[in-house]
């Protein structure tokens, strides 16, 4: 873990794109800012873990009502079709 001592209104850079502002600190609160790309999402950890848990319980509970992808496409390969014959297109 990488400790930095920063004061109200300097500037952390994260890469070449994403920059962490110390807008301010009162007490023990920190607040942040911060600029970064749209394709970067930025969340509270705890708001992070929950989505993961979600994410987890969500592919679990996907997985137990019926048969996975993978069967269904392997019987639809099975499956033929006939192609249209040249009488069929006059």
Same mark, same amino acid.
């Given at each position: 873990?990488?400790?930095? #001592? #920063?004061?109200?209104?300097? =500037?952390?850079? *994260?890469? &070449?794109?994403?920059?962490?502002?110390?807008?301010?600190?009162?007490? &023990?609160?920190?607040? *942040?800012?911060?600029?970064?790309?749209?394709?970067?999402?930025?969340? #509270?950890?705890?708001?992070?873990?929950?989505?993961?848990?979600?994410?987890?319980?969500?592919?679990?509970?996907?997985?137990?009502?019926?048969?996975?992808?993978? &069967? *269904?496409?392997? =019987?639809?390969?099975?499956?033929?079709? &006939?192609?249209?014959?040249?009488?069929?297109?006059?």
């Amino acid at each position: 873990m990488l400790v930095l #001592r #920063r004061k109200s209104g300097e =500037t952390v850079m *994260l890469g &070449d794109s994403i920059e962490v502002h110390v807008l301010a600190v009162e007490g &023990d609160t920190v607040k *942040l800012g911060f600029v970064a790309p749209r394709s970067v999402q930025i969340l #509270r950890k705890e708001v992070y873990e929950a989505l993961m848990q979600e994410n987890r319980q969500a592919g679990i509970e996907a997985a137990g009502t019926g048969k996975p992808v993978l &069967d *269904l496409l392997k =019987t639809y390969r099975d499956v033929k079709v &006939d192609a249209p014959s040249e009488e069929d297109s006059s």
